[in-house]
Every structure is written in structure tokens, then in C-alpha cells.
Antibody, heavy 119, light 108 residues
């Protein structure tokens, strides 16, 4: 069974950079290169918002309104991928999920990590 | 960006009954639509993709239908573990993939 685990600070100050890492383990890792790796967030009590994804090749795609503040990276040797979101505000407070995705939908999800933006 | 609209926001259903959830897209998706279930304190779980294909391990009481701009998730014979929030997600025109606002299925 594929497992994903997000990690990173739970509290970030306004205007700072939010950095999260997702570690992927288990399952048939030989097939992991058929997936791309996504970040999705959920503000408290609200719905889901796709942020970005990175392919195994390193190619990326970002949500247009976040593109100027987001950078994704991946270390395929360790099956980890990372999210950086710069210049955060209170509006970036959310539960952040990483996911393994293919063909446009999200097959496996991490348990999520809550990030609060506050001074 | 394609806008997804779900209805109703909350659906009250008795255990054993059928629940019918609707999802509309602002543009034609063909069948590029997925459904997810999210229970309190848990991450979403993929239920349905390509509008009607059940994901691995999903019970047969969950079924999806529709194409174009109108889609339906039907849960037949609701069980206690099915009370949750359900989201639709389009991938007909992506990125960005976009989600509906969710339908909460609660016990009547």
C-alpha cells in the first residue's frame, strides 16, 4: 500500500516562506514514475484547492493565481517532493495534502499537515 | 478555469436509503470527472474516476454516472461509514484541476 507523509512547520509568520516535504513509501515503487506528485490544500472548514504538481521528469504545473509564489522540487532517489510557498498571508492557512496523481485525478493522498500563518 | 458546482450542500439520508449527489461543470468534461469521499479528520479518498469507474477497493454501492456537464454520484443502501463529505473534481481541462464545494451526507 502506497503511503504519503507530509512534514513541515505547523506555524509560519506572515510574509515568510512555507516549506513542506512529502515522503512516499510502500507499494510498488517501480511504478511510481508513472505518477506525478501533487499538492492540494484545504482551508479550515472549506473545500479543496489544487496548488501544483511535479512530474517524475521534473516538469511542473502551477495554479495560475499561485504560480508567482510557488516552487516545487523532487528528489526521485529518495521519493520525496517539496513545496515552497513564498510571501504567505493568513489566506494561506490550510491543511496541506500531498498526493500521487495520474491521468488528472488523485489516487493516493497523505494525511495532511495543518499550516497556520500567524505572527 | 472550469467551475464545478455541487448540489445539495447537505443531504440528510436515513441508513439503508439511497443518496443521489449532483455535480455540474461550467464546460464540457466528456467523462473526465472524479469523486472523492472525505470523513472528518481524514484525507480525501478516491471513489470514482472517468465519471463511472470505481477505484480499487470501492464497494459496489457507490456508482457514478453522467457526461458532458452533468454528473451524479449514487450511494445505494447507505451504511454508517458512508456519512461524509463528497467532492467532485474535473480533469477535462487541466491544469488546473478544480473541485466542487462538496456535499455533506448526514444521518437523517
Amino acid at each position: 500500500q502506497v503511503q504519503l507523509q507530509e512534514s513541515g512547520p505547523g506555524l509560519v509568520k506572515p510574509s515568510a516562506t512555507l516549506s513542506l516535504t512529502c515522503s512516499v513509501s510502500g507499494g510498488s515503487l517501480r511504478s511510481i514514475d508513472t505518477y506525478y506528485w501533487s499538492w492540494i490544500r484545504q482551508p479550515p472548514g472549506r473545500g479543496l484547492e489544487w496548488i501544483a504538481y511535479i512530474e517524475y521528469t521534473g516538469s511542473t504545473n502551477y495554479y495560475p493565481s499561485l504560480k508567482s509564489r510557488v516552487t516545487l522540487s523532487a528528489d526521485t532517489s529518495t521519493n520525496q517532493f517539496s513545496l515552497e510557498l513564498r510571501s504567505v498571508t493568513a489566506a494561506d492557512t490550510a491543511l496541506y495534502y500531498c498526493a500521487l496523481s495520474r491521468d488528472g485525478y488523485n489516487h493516493y493522498w497523505g494525511q495532511g499537515t495543518l499550516v497556520t500563518v500567524s505572527s | 478555469e472550469i467551475v464545478m458546482t455541487q448540489s445539495p450542500a447537505t443531504l440528510s439520508v436515513s441508513p439503508g436509503e439511497r443518496a443521489t449527489l449532483s455535480c455540474w461543470a461550467s464546460h464540457n468534461l466528456n467523462t473526465k470527472l472524479a469523486w472523492y469521499q472525505q470523513k472528518p479528520g481524514q484525507s480525501p479518498r478516491l471513489l470514482i474516476y472517468d465519471a463511472s469507474t470505481r477505484a480499487t477497493g470501492i464497494p459496489g454501492r457507490f456508482s457514478g454516472s453522467g457526461s458532458g456537464t452533468e454528473f451524479t454520484l449514487t450511494i445505494s443502501g447507505l451504511q454508517s461509514e458512508d456519512f461524509a463529505v463528497y467532492y467532485c473534481q474535473q480533469y477535462g481541462e487541466w491544469p488546473p484541476e478544480t473541485f466542487g464545494q462538496g456535499t455533506k451526507v448526514e444521518i437523517k
